[in-house]
């Protein structure tokens, strides 16, 4: 089925019909209390490759401690990313820390109403311009994330990769046509609802969807065909190595990561990829000299933490190391400090490196001595 096959009154019927079953089935989510449009921009921002249930845990501390723009701005990044921390996709705080430093300076420290304004933040993209333009202002605009894709294409049989940008766009003047006059943010949100909820990936529960009847999927029973997805390549994976360099106070020396790097802002136990055919202590040598231009010694293992990452995955071997040449000097990274590993958890870092941190503070407090 193609939506030129809908008629105006079913396409109003179908928009009606899913904000009607949204009204009853609402899930009680901490951002659809008390909303303002900065809360309605942190909610999407956390939203994104993120599920609503992660995203709770993290919302209302993050409220708690900025409660405005003003005060997000006025914090310093570091505070911002240790908030993050566990949620992912850093680069997202670092977008919204940057946006409202943005705004203080630029706009009063208010949000834009308009799609076009809203787009050019820092980390706001088409569905996020969407989402804050017509639920946070009542703008009629879509907002088409990976639910309302999945939900359309069952409904009109859409059987397009949608990891095209030519399906995405189709998609999403499918979601504007269908979009009502009036409270397009509540009928983009019951949709997102819907495809979170009811037209799930797998075993959608077609029996309590409103819009059953109208499915193509379900009436040619190939709910679980759509979408259609181009297959993924092999996600690579690295073996990388992270040195625990212990100096004679106990305290541990670790390095801040480039802001323009992946993970940027975030504090890690040095270290880096190896090399073909290099080995592990070997890789820690050469990546100490040239992050920090140390030269360490390469004692015993420490811990191995497998972490998976969106496109690759890694091996994290973690070493105990010793300095015994030059004095550290950021020359790869944005910053470096010693710290007593009971203060590791006040730095914000990694899941893979919170691991390690983890791991030293556990053998630490075990032998009530150094590592
Ligand atoms: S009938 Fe089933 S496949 Fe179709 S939109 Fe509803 S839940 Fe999804």
């Known amino acids: 089925m193609d939506l030129s096959q809908l008629d105006s009154q079913e396409r109003e019927e179908l928009a009606r019909r899913v904000m009607d079953w949204f009204a009853g089935h609402a899930r009680d989510l901490p951002w659809r209390h008390d909303r ?19 995203v709770a845990r993290y919302y209302q501390r993050f409220l708690a401690r900025f409660p405005t723009i003003e005060a997000l701005a006025a914090a310093p990044l570091e505070e911002v990313l240790k908030l993050w921390e566990g949620l992912g996709y850093y680069r997202r705080a670092r977008h919204l820390h940057q946006a409202a430093r943005q705004l203080i300076a630029a706009n009063d420290g208010r949000l834009p109403a308009e799609y076009d304004a809203l787009k050019s933040l820092p980390g706001v993209g088409t569905y996020t311009a969407g989402a804050i333009g017509s639920i946070a202002f009542g703008q009629r605009v879509a907002a088409v994330d990976g639910n309302v894709r999945r939900v359309l294409c069952r409904v009109l049989s859409i059987d397009d990769d949608v990891t095209r940008s030519a399906t995405r766009r189709r998609l999403e003047g499918i979601a504007t046509t269908l979009l009502p006059d009036q409270d397009a943010g509540t009928f983009n949100e019951a949709l997102i609802e819907l495809g979170a909820t009811v037209c799930t990936s797998r075993n959608p529960t077609c029996q309590l969807c409103p819009v059953a009847d109208l499915c193509g999927a379900r009436a040619a029973n190939e709910q679980e065909a759509l979408p259609v997805r181009r297959p993924r390549g092999k996600r690579p994976h690295y073996d990388v190595a992270a040195a625990v360099t212990i100096g004679a106070d106990g305290a541990i020396l670790v390095a801040k990561r480039r802001l323009d790097d992946m993970l940027g802002g975030l504090w890690e136990f040095p270290g880096g990829k190896c090399e073909d055919g290099e080995s592990l202590p070997v890789c820690l040598m050469r990546e100490m000299e040239e992050e920090l231009g140390v030269t360490v010694g390469v004692g015993s293992p420490l811990t191995v933490v497998e972490h998976a990452y969106t496109h690759f995955s890694i091996t994290l071997h973690a070493f105990c190391c010793r300095l015994i040449g030059g004095q550290p000097c950021c020359l790869d990274c944005a910053d470096f400090r010693w710290v007593f590993p009971s203060d590791l958890d006040e730095l914000p870092m990694s899941a893979a490196d919170r691991r390690i941190a983890q791991v030293l503070v556990r053998k630490g407090e075990h032998r009530g001595t150094d590592p």
Request: net charge neutral; aromatic share 10%; hydrophobic share 40%.
């Open 36 to 54: 303002t449009p900065y809360r309605v921009w942190v909610s999407e921002m956390m939203l994104q490759q993120t599920q609503a249930a992660t």
